[in-house]
C-alpha cells in the first residue's frame, strides 16, 4: 500500500529536512496530505517544496502554518501551484514573516490552479466527436438544413410551390 499522508508536525526539520521532503515530492505519486506546520521552515524549505509542487501531480493538502516562511517563500509557493494538477487546501497561518500581499498571492495561485482544473474538466466534456465526411452534395444539403438556406429552385419545385423545411433530404 503506497502512503497517502505524512504528519512531520513539529519535528523542527527546518530547510534541510524541508529540502529532503521536496525530493520525495518529485517523485511521489500517492501522498495526498502533507502536513509540515511548526518545522522551524524559512523562505529556502518553502522554495524547494514549491519545487517539489512543480513535479508533483498527487498532493491535495499542504500546512505550512506556524513556519518562519517569508515573501520570497511565498512567491516561490505561489509559482508552485499554478497549475498544480490537484492542490485544494493550503494553510499558512502562523508565518509572521509573510505579509498580507504575500499571502494573497499564494492564494490566488492556488484558486487560479483549481479554477483551471474545474474549467479543464467542463472542456473536456465539452468536445464535440468529430462527424464523418460526407461527399459535397450530401454536406451542401446538410449545411443548407442547418443553416435553413434555401436551396435552388428546379423546375420540379418551381410548379409544385414552396418546399417544406426538410424535404428532399
Same mark, same amino acid.
Given at each position: 500500500?503506497? %502512503?497517502?499522508? /505524512?504528519?512531520?508536525?513539529?519535528?523542527?526539520?527546518?530547510?534541510?529536512?524541508?529540502?529532503?521532503?521536496?525530493?520525495?515530492?518529485?517523485?511521489?505519486?500517492?501522498?495526498?496530505?502533507?502536513?509540515?506546520?511548526?518545522?522551524?521552515?524559512?523562505?529556502?524549505?518553502?522554495?524547494?517544496?514549491?519545487?517539489?509542487?512543480?513535479?508533483?501531480?498527487? $498532493?491535495?493538502?499542504?500546512? $505550512?502554518?506556524?513556519?518562519?516562511?517569508?515573501?520570497?517563500?511565498?512567491?516561490?509557493?505561489?509559482?508552485?501551484?499554478?497549475?498544480?494538477? @490537484?492542490?485544494? !487546501?493550503?494553510?499558512?497561518?502562523?508565518?509572521?514573516?509573510?505579509?498580507?500581499?504575500?499571502?494573497? @498571492?499564494?492564494?490566488?495561485?492556488? !484558486?487560479?490552479?483549481?479554477?483551471?482544473?474545474?474549467?479543464?474538466?467542463?472542456?473536456?466534456? $465539452?468536445?464535440?466527436?468529430? %462527424?464523418?465526411?460526407?461527399?459535397?452534395?450530401?454536406? /451542401?444539403?446538410?449545411?443548407?438544413?442547418?443553416?435553413?438556406?434555401?436551396?435552388?429552385?428546379?423546375?420540379?419545385?418551381?410548379? !409544385?410551390?414552396? !418546399?417544406?423545411?426538410? @424535404?428532399?433530404?
Amino acid at each position: 500500500t503506497a %502512503l497517502t499522508e /505524512l504528519n512531520l508536525q513539529g519535528n523542527d526539520i527546518g530547510n534541510a529536512g524541508a529540502e529532503a521532503v521536496a525530493r520525495g515530492l518529485r517523485e511521489n505519486t500517492a501522498l495526498a496530505t502533507l502536513n509540515l506546520q511548526g518545522n522551524g521552515i524559512g523562505a529556502a524549505g518553502a522554495e524547494a517544496v514549491a519545487g517539489g509542487l512543480l513535479e508533483n501531480t498527487a $498532493l491535495t493538502e499542504l500546512d $505550512l502554518r506556524n513556519n518562519g516562511i517569508g515573501a520570497a517563500g511565498a512567491e516561490a509557493l505561489a509559482g508552485g501551484l499554478l497549475g498544480h494538477p @490537484s492542490m485544494e !487546501r493550503l494553510h499558512l497561518d502562523g508565518n509572521p514573516r509573510m505579509d498580507a500581499a504575500a499571502k494573497a @498571492s499564494v492564494e490566488s495561485a492556488l !484558486r487560479a490552479a483549481i479554477k483551471a482544473r474545474k474549467e479543464a474538466r467542463l472542456n473536456a466534456l $465539452l468536445v464535440v466527436p468529430k %462527424l464523418p465526411l460526407l461527399p459535397e452534395p450530401q454536406m /451542401l444539403a446538410v449545411q443548407r438544413y442547418l443553416t435553413l438556406l434555401p436551396e435552388e429552385p428546379d423546375a420540379a419545385q418551381q410548379t !409544385r410551390g414552396p !418546399r417544406r423545411l426538410g @424535404s428532399g433530404l
